[in-house]
């Protein structure tokens, strides 16, 4: 028999208050209830960002682990998935009536519906918009792809690379001689479409505060590559950008903003770009009498600047210029492996790191009033809160 657990009126807004009640939070997204279907990258961390901001996220994970496994090994991959920390977890399988109605009571007690799907894919499930909106006519429905919901391509597959290629951003990072340097999948995957997600997100319940409708969010991984490159586009039309990698600016193009090898192997940054941080560098390095260090503008000397720069960093440790220049305004610090960003004095001064459940991982990075947004909780194993989820959605339908 299956059982449809239909919430109306103010059964509706005690499942809502009952679900948030899974988790416990005091950021400024406490107000907020999300619902994540299934998915990896940047879905999970759009959800990541809006727990952190402390909505309460129910991740609707596909049935398909064993929840007695929950102290095994495959337990201990669990909880290295950071994307899912301070979620709370039911399993369903949506070609199953029952489980196809429990989320859609779940859709219609929540704020926010977010998935990252290919398109179609929802539709082919059953949750149509013309669904999702008679069930939730309050609904914001994120929908998260790599190429959109429309276009010739829309319906490829693809990852954070090829998002990044054809938005135009890929070609422009990279040595001068080299082929284009691939970002890890940090600007497609997580900047342009992650956090673009839970920014258009949080946009559309900040601007509808007062009167929500339905609306459906088509956030695209191209599209928000290209966002996060809308000042070098701006600086490509004036003619202060150059195609060519390697040539410019902000990209290694200048003796000034490039990273140095140091005689250990270690690496340091140096981004001197305005005069006085650049007259403090050289000075602190001693060479500001040098002619080719004289004038910074003067393109006729980079290559010898340049040249003096690797000479300077390969003739000592990284550490030895860690102490020389990072104390002051030279702009000029050490690459870090993630070990040492971990330990880094500032870091651990800020609290940029925590670790939870024996994971170490980045902390919330926005800090309110002095704090971090919301205690960090360890990610749910797959399952584990679907018993008191459905308790909360049968005790619901019994009062409706």
Not at 183 to 208: E, Q, R, Y
Not at 229 to 250: C, H, K, T, V
Not at 325 to 331: A, E, K, M, N, V
Request: with cysteine; proline share 6%.
């Amino acid at each position: 028999m299956v059982v449809t657990y239909v919430i109306f009126g103010d059964v509706t807004l005690t499942l809502r208050n009952e679900l948030m009640g899974l988790r416990e939070s005091s950021g400024p997204l406490s107000n907020i209830l999300v619902v994540e279907f299934p998915a990896i990258g940047p879905a999970p961390f759009a959800g990541m960002l809006l727990a952190d901001m402390g909505a309460t996220v129910i991740r609707i994970d596909r049935r398909q682990v064993d929840r007695s496994k929950e102290d095994s090994v495959l337990a201990q991959i669990f909880k290295s998935d950071v994307m899912g920390r301070s979620k709370v977890s039911i399993d369903l399988d949506f070609k199953d009536p029952e489980d196809f109605e429990i989320a859609l009571s779940l859709i219609r007690a929540s704020d926010v519906l977010l998935e990252g799907f290919r398109p179609g894919v929802m539709e082919r499930l059953g949750f149509t918009r013309d669904r999702l909106e008679a069930t939730n006519p309050h609904l914001t429905y994120g929908r998260m792809t790599g190429w959109g919901q429309s276009g010739p391509i829309s319906n490829l597959a693809g990852h954070d690379m090829n998002y990044i290629s054809l938005s135009g951003v890929l070609s422009m990072i990279g040595e001068k001689d080299g082929p284009p340097s691939i970002p890890l999948n940090l600007i497609g995957d997580f900047g342009g479409g992650g956090m673009a997600m839970a920014f258009a997100i949080v946009s559309t319940l900040v601007g509808a505060r007062e009167d929500r409708g339905f609306s459906e969010l088509d956030v695209a991984m191209i599209d928000g590559a290209s966002n996060l490159a809308a000042m070098i586009f701006g600086m490509r039309s004036n003619g202060s950008w150059l195609d060519q990698r390697g040539s410019n600016l902000l990209d290694g193009g200048t003796p000034f903003y490039s990273i140095y090898r140091c005689g250990d192997g270690g690496y340091f940054g140096v981004a001197a770009l305005e005069p006085q941080f650049y007259r403090a560098l050289v000075a602190t390095l001693g060479v500001d009498s040098e002619e080719c260090f004289v004038d910074q503008s003067n393109k006729s000397r980079w290559n010898e600047m340049r040249r003096r720069f690797e000479e300077i960093f390969a003739s000592n440790t990284r550490q030895y210029f860690t102490a020389l220049l990072s104390q002051l305004d030279t702009c000029a610090f050490p690459v870090l492996t993630p070990n040492e960003a971990i330990d880094h004095p500032h870091n651990r001064a800020r609290g940029s790191f925590v670790e939870v459940a024996g994971v170490v991982q980045p902390a919330p990075f926005a800090i309110v009033n002095g704090q971090r947004s919301s205690k960090v909780l360890p990610p749910p194993f797959p399952g584990r809160d679907s018993e008191k989820i459905l308790a909360i959605l049968k005790e619901a339908a019994m009062k409706s």
